[in-house]
């Protein structure tokens, strides 16, 4: 795709003059939603060729995974790094395409990617008239189409909302064997990726005071039993049918205006910095299937990590396939963290990058 060309740095310096080397680059823009980072790769990607969106992610896949690697991982990102690439979308409503990585590979939806993509592309004049109070950008996630609407007055964006693809509960009450604890009881719940739900007490552990490490593992220990012990499905795709994660929470399911916290473990222990803009959506799915939420109650949601919030609210009920659905907005704020370009030395051994753990 063609680069987004950077000339000064506020109009005060000129940006550092990339170093003489034989190799590829990268230029990013980076920001965070809530904490959680969203490194858009903005030039020295190759269009990823496919008819759809999910056919251009199974390409990045297969084809593309060593500039994943690079963007990621450490020497340039880190273990918990997430990022976004924009395509070309095949549906006539949509603005842009987007793909997003992580640590593992490629998701399918990402609620804080949304938010910050949101005033990325009117920051940037990927809309050609932004209106004021808001912005509508339609985005074509791997899971469908998303709406994002994007604060914006005298020319500065601010928050952004949006509306993810139908939200539904997969299935309740759902016991697993998890090694060292015995049978677990989860829920699991779409909010465009499938995630498992489990109160931390379970455990023994608290989502705002324990330590990262101990929600992590336990985290992993319920995904890997729902792998291995629930067969998945999605009515839509079968691209979308595998758990992304499991999210921890503090129980407090039934509504109320006080704050309800969780933590968000997804692809290879990735932690989740914000609430987790798909995981809200999933939750809200799931309290209103229970009948803890009505439509339009709006909840808060705070990361067990940062403390950030996010809000959602069940807004309308829809079907997906045979599932019964409801669209769900979530609320957030994204900021800027930095621009970069990141070189490749052709003799670099390290160039592909590499994680620690």
């Known amino acids: 795709m063609t680069p987004l060309l950077f000339t000064d740095c506020r109009g005060a310096m000129e ?6 080397h034989a190799g590829a680059v990268l230029s ?14 903005t030039g020295g990607y190759p269009d990823a060729p496919g008819d759809t969106v999910l056919a251009k992610r199974r390409y990045a896949r297969e084809h593309l ?4 690697k690079v963007v990621m991982r450490e020497p340039r990102g880190h273990g918990d790094m997430y990022g976004a690439v ?8 949509a603005h842009l395409g987007v793909l997003f990585m992580h640590n593992e590979g490629y998701s399918t939806m990402c609620g804080h990617g949304v938010i910050a993509l949101g005033r990325f592309a009117v920051d940037y004049g990927l809309v050609k008239a932004p209106t004021s ?11 469908g189409l998303v709406k994002a609407f994007v604060e914006y007055s005298n020319g500065k964006t601010g928050a952004v909302r949006f509306h993810s693809v139908p939200a539904f509960a997969f299935a309740t009450d759902v016991k697993v064997t998890v090694p060292g604890c015995g ?3 989860v829920d699991i719940s779409y909010g465009g990726a499938l995630y498992a739900f489990v109160n931390a007490g379970t455990f023994g552990l608290d989502v705002t005071k324990s330590r990262t490490r101990d929600l992590v593992d336990a985290a992993i220990a319920v995904t890997k039993a729902v792998k291995s012990q629930v067969k998945l499905h999605h009515p839509v795709s079968e691209d979308l049918a595998f758990l992304y994660g499991t999210i921890l929470t503090d129980g407090k399911d039934a509504f109320t205006d006080e704050p309800t916290a969780n933590v968000c473990v997804f692809a290879d222990a990735q932690v989740d910095r914000s609430p987790t803009g798909s995981g809200v959506t999933a939750r809200i799915a799931l309290q209103y299937h229970k009948g803890l939420i009505q439509l339009n109650q709006t909840r808060s949601f705070c990361s067990g990590t940062t403390g950030a ?17 409801v669209v769900v907005e979530v609320s957030g704020h994204a900021h800027y963290s930095g621009v970069a ?6 003799e670099d051994p390290l160039q592909s990058g590499f994680l620690l753990r």
């Open 65 to 68: 995974d060593h500039l994943r």
């Open 86 to 93: 924009l395509v070309k979308s095949e549906l006539a409503a």
């Open 133 to 143: 109070p808001e912005t509508q950008i339609n985005m074509h996630c791997p899971c």
């Open 341 to 346: 370009c990141f070189t490749l030395e052709d």
């Open 183 to 185: 049978d677990v009881v």
């Open 15 to 20: 940006c550092p003059k990339l170093p003489p």
């Open 28 to 41: 990013v823009v980076d920001m965070h939603t809530a904490g959680e980072p969203l490194r858009i790769i």
């Open 309 to 325: 919030m996010f809000t959602g609210k069940a807004v309308q009920e829809t079907t997906c396939g045979d599932f019964q659905a």
